[in-house]
């Protein structure tokens, strides 16, 4: 069965530092995989995806994620944190064989300080 | 831009009571979903459409039902609403064959 984990439960990064947001997952067919962002009271936004092709996925708001096939990882990156960047992070995953269920993470929030 | 809109953002029903959350996407999307959101367990799906009139069943549909009767609207029904039915209820759209999802607002709905 198709799986998706997110280790951490928060992530604390100071304004203008790297920041990455870890995501693996666990599928038996080609993967299909997905980051959104939820900001207080609002729904989710997607932000990439990865379906084929370059490892490097660039996304919205100067994210990017990186697809590790050897690693089954899927984690989402940014160069330079925003404080308003500060959100719900969620990785989510579809089997790519299956009909069109999608699985996602616990979510890991997001915590950048001035 | 897509639009995807849930009927209310905030709703609050007694228990036993047969609850209608509605939500309509203006995309032709062909697939609809249907999850809850509680802290700590991220998002839960329900149920999805692949089509009209076609429903399957995700991770948790107990106490849940669906309709879709046209390709916009897709129905989630509580048909007696109990307190553990208390979430956030979140509706998405997805095209084929990309399948990133497009969320609306959400509904708060708070059982009594």
């Known amino acids: 069965a198709q799986s998706v984990a997110q280790p951490e439960d928060q992530v604390n990064v100071?304004?203008?530092n790297p920041l990455?947001?870890?995501?693996?997952?666990?599928?038996?067919?080609?993967p299909y995989l997905f980051w959104y962002v939820q900001y207080p009271n609002r729904g989710l936004q997607f932000l990439l995806k990865y379906i084929t092709g370059d490892n490097l996925v660039k996304g919205s708001y100067g994210f990017e994620?990186?697809?590790n096939k050897s690693q089954t990882s899927?984690?989402?990156k940014k160069p330079s944190a925003l404080v308003s960047d500060s959100a719900l992070y969620f990785c989510a995953v579809r089997e790519g064989s299956s009909a069109s269920k999608i699985i996602f993470g616990s979510g890991t929030r997001l915590s950048i300080r001035p | 831009d897509v639009k995807v809109t849930q009927s209310s953002r905030y709703l609050v029903k007694r228990t036993g009571e047969k609850v209608f959350l509605e939500c309509v996407q203006d995309m032709d999307h062909e697939n609809m979903f249907w999850y809850r959101q509680d802290p700590g367990l991220g998002l839960r799906l329900i149920y999805f459409s692949y089509d009209v009139k076609m429903k399957e069943k995700g991770d948790i549909p107990e106490g849940y039902s669906v309709s879709r009767e046209k390709k916009e609207r897709f129905s989630l029904i509580l048909e007696s609403a109990s307190t553990n039915q208390t979430s956030m209820y979140l509706c998405?759209?997805?095209?084929?064959p990309t399948y990133e999802q497009y969320f609306g607002p959400g509904t708060r709905l708070t059982v009594t």
């Open chain 1, 65 to 67: 994620a990186e697809f």
């Open chain 1, 20 to 30: 990455t947001v870890k995501c693996t997952y666990s599928v038996s067919g080609n």
């Open chain 1, 74 to 76: 899927f984690h989402l």
């Open chain 1, 14 to 16: 100071a304004e203008g």
């Open chain 2, 92 to 96: 998405a759209s997805s095209p084929l």
